[in-house]
């Protein structure tokens, strides 16, 4: 699975920005897909996760009410709806797949290439 996040770029507190994930494949209903960040100086840190059907969603206590996780499986992608964002949520994002879902980074073994979001203050 070859994964191609976009979407990110620089918003002010309290916007909004959507990503986006588009996998490679025919396979790709069968995979988990999860959101982690990275911010310099910090380890990765799990975002959101959906399940391969979009049946099932789990968030990571920072974005809980502000971000929400879809997946379109006819087009191959994976969304990440970003509401109400602050500045410490400044950080590369990843979309990251795996057989199942996992708050755990170690669980998904293909990884995209990351998108900058940045949010002034």
């Known amino acids: 699975v070859q994964l191609q996040a976009s979407g990110g770029g620089l918003v002010q507190a309290g916007g909004s920005l959507r990503l986006s994930c588009a996998a490679s494949g025919r396979t790709f209903r069968r995979y988990a897909m999860g959101w982690f960040r990275q911010a310099p100086g910090k380890e990765r840190e799990f975002v959101a996760a959906i399940t391969g059907s979009g049946g099932s969603t789990h968030y990571g206590d920072s974005v809980k009410g502000r971000f929400t996780i879809s997946r379109d499986n006819a087009k191959n992608t994976v969304f990440l709806q970003m509401n109400s964002l602050k500045p410490e949520d400044t950080a590369v994002y990843y979309c990251?797949?795996?057989?199942?879902?996992?708050?755990?980074?170690?669980?998904?073994?293909?990884w995209g290439q990351g998108t900058q979001v940045t949010v002034s203050s």
């Open positions: 990251a797949a795996s057989l199942s879902m996992s708050d755990h980074a170690s669980t998904y073994g293909y």
